[in-house]
Antibody, heavy 114, light 112 residues
């Protein structure tokens, strides 16, 4: 069974940093692109970033380019999202997902507020 | 960016009746490989999203066959043949043909 478990959310001040992690199990991690999505409170879904199986390609939504970095550690079956220069509008539940969304984690809430 | 426009945004449906959601893209979603990367997700209240349909019309494992997807190019539809109580939630279309991947606004399905 595919399992994706996010962690690392919490309260952070504007301008601060946060690192999210996603532990994957139940499938061959190295065979899949991995994605981050987010959902602001009461709002719709937004695709954030995606990384190729070997980490050689990464793509981002414009609003996070230069501030967020997606990465992965295939030896640890883990996906990461390093978020810097956080803004109030980055407040959301962040989900990791396999490929373009065929399996999702439960999400982790990041709140950016002073 | 490709703009995805869903309608209606709110969909009250009687149990056992059909439902239909439209999703239109601002440009063609046909990829260079000939496939069209149009996906439908369901998000039940308080839950993570779940993929229902990929590449326009392919149902994911475990998805009831009352869900079907159709369309081509820029115009797509998700149909539920007979709505059940467990179908309550928000439905999103998403395109993954072009970067960045983009979602529709979501359609909230409720029981009348």
């Amino acid at each position: 069974e595919v399992q994706l478990v996010e962690s690392g959310g919490g309260l952070v001040q504007p301008g601060g940093s946060q690192r999210l992690s996603c532990a994957a199990s139940g499938f061959t991690f190295t065979n899949h692109w991995m994605s981050w999505f987010r959902q602001a409170p009461g709002r719709g879904l937004e695709w954030v970033a995606i990384i190729k199986e070997d980490g050689s390609e990464k793509y981002y939504v414009d609003s996070v380019k230069g501030r967020f970095t997606i990465s992965r550690d295939n030896a640890k079956n883990s996906l990461y999202l390093q978020m810097n220069s956080l803004r109030v509008e980055d407040t959301a539940v962040y989900y990791c997902a396999r490929d373009g969304g065929n399996s999702w984690g439960q999400g982790t809430l990041v709140t950016v507020s002073s | 960016d490709v703009v995805m426009t869903q309608s209606p945004l709110s969909l009250p449906v009687t149990l056992g009746q059909p439902a239909s959601i439209s999703c239109r893209s601002s440009q063609s979603l046909v990829f260079s490989d000939g496939d069209t990367y149009l996906i439908w997700f369901q998000q039940r209240p308080g839950q993570s999203p779940r993929r229902l349909i990929y590449k326009i019309s392919n149902r994911d494992s475990g998805v009831p066959d009352r869900f079907s997807g159709s369309g081509s190019g820029t115009d797509f539809t998700l149909k539920i043949s007979r709505v059940e109580a467990e179908d309550v939630g928000v439905y999103y279309c998403m395109q993954s043909t072009h970067w960045p991947h983009t979602f529709g606004q979501g359609t909230r399905l409720e029981i009348k």
